[in-house]
């Protein structure tokens, strides 16, 4: 169900609530305030009509009708098109889930523009409105508490996904099979929030450099914190990117060490297989030639002259033995036995 919130503000003060959001602008104009017009849920024919009848650039229109992967800013002339990624971790299934935040900002309007739940603006409100020096700087005040909202939420996202890192680290070493596959899915949730952070140096520089004050050069208070966070979350997010690189390489290394040593070990296996096949072969070899003699002269066939002869016997005997010895010394020459 879309829901449409307005709030007016002059000299940093709520004026009125729950206009139209043509009106709410039209007020902030002509009372030199600004106007907070916040949509949630709105499908792609609301936020045409609603932007046409803000005035809102087209071109940022279009842009905001199309899912982002990254944070982005984009400028039209006095007007500008940002997109913030807050994210949330769910530790239980160890994934990362990245929301989008439009937001349409100019001179007297702001308009934001979100798909979940899980962004509370209504807490953003409640801190706006409790500032009053905070909200007479205008629509930058709302886009700098959306900027610092979004990045310490961060915060939360990489000590969760940190622990995770950290568990990773501790089963590279044992032989869980499902340390690989927790690697590659904790790199897709990385990778993910990369796209979400890396930009945010960059957005929240330009950004900031837009709301300078042309007059005295200087920037509104506060975003030097907001560049120095994304900062520090740009480059957190980058450590973890190789730490995962890193234990991956790892545990294809343990891997490899692994199937080297079972390798060995099969190859010592089949040595000592071969060995004992060698010896009972040998021994087999041995055995055989006596029982081809002893069958030889088993037949009882009458022409057989050694058969009638006195030496008949201790000659197969003989032969018997002189086979075996023979057999065994080729053998044993050959470490056969």
């Not at 936020?47 to 803000?54: D, F, H, P, W």
């Not at 940190?162 to 690697?183: A, C, H, T």
């Not at 096949?277 to 030889?296: D, H, L, Q, R, Y």
């Amino acid at each position: 169900m879309t829901l449409v919130q307005t709030a007016v503000y002059v000299d940093g003060a709520l004026v009125d609530r729950d206009l139209g959001p043509g009106e709410a602008a039209r007020q902030a104009t002509d009372r030199g305030g600004f106007a907070w017009v916040a949509v949630i849920d709105a499908d792609e024919n609301e936020i045409g009509a609603l932007a046409t009848e803000l005035g809102v650039h087209p071109i940022a229109v279009k842009e905001s009708l199309r899912s982002h992967q990254r944070s982005v800013f984009e400028r039209y002339g006095d007007d500008a098109f940002v997109v913030l990624q807050p994210a949330h971790y769910d530790d239980a299934s160890e994934t990362v889930r990245c929301d989008e935040i439009d937001v349409f900002l100019s001179a007297h309007l702001i308009v934001t523009v979100t798909r979940s739940d899980r962004v509370d603006l209504g807490e953003l409100r409640t801190r706006i409105e409790t500032h009053p020096d905070l909200l007479r700087r205008g629509p930058a005040s709302v886009m700098w508490v959306l900027a610092e909202t979004v990045t310490s939420g961060y915060r939360v996202v990489l000590d969760g996904v940190e622990n995770d890192i950290d568990e990773i680290e501790d089963q590279l070493f044992g032989d869980d099979p499902g340390v690989s596959r927790r690697i590659f899915d904790l790199q897709r949730e990385v990778i993910d929030l990369a796209h979400a952070t890396t930009p945010l140096p960059d957005v929240f520089e330009r950004l900031a450099t837009m709301l300078t004050d042309t007059a005295t050069g200087t920037e509104p208070a506060g975003w030097d914190d907001v560049r120095g966070r994304a900062r520090y979350v740009s480059d957190r997010v980058l450590s973890m990117r190789h730490t995962l690189d890193d234990a991956l390489t790892i545990h294809a290394t343990l891997v490899n060490q692994r199937l080297d040593e079972k390798m060995a070990d099969l190859t010592q296996v089949q040595v000592r297989q071969n060995e004992q096949v060698k010896k009972i072969s040998s021994w087999a070899a041995i055995g055989f030639a006596p029982t081809f003699v002893a069958s030889v002269y088993g037949m009882n066939f009458k022409f057989m002259p050694e058969l009638e002869q006195p030496w008949g016997y201790p000659m197969a005997i003989g032969l018997m033995v002189l086979l075996s010895v023979g057999l065994y010394g080729i053998f044993k020459r050959n470490d056969w036995l």
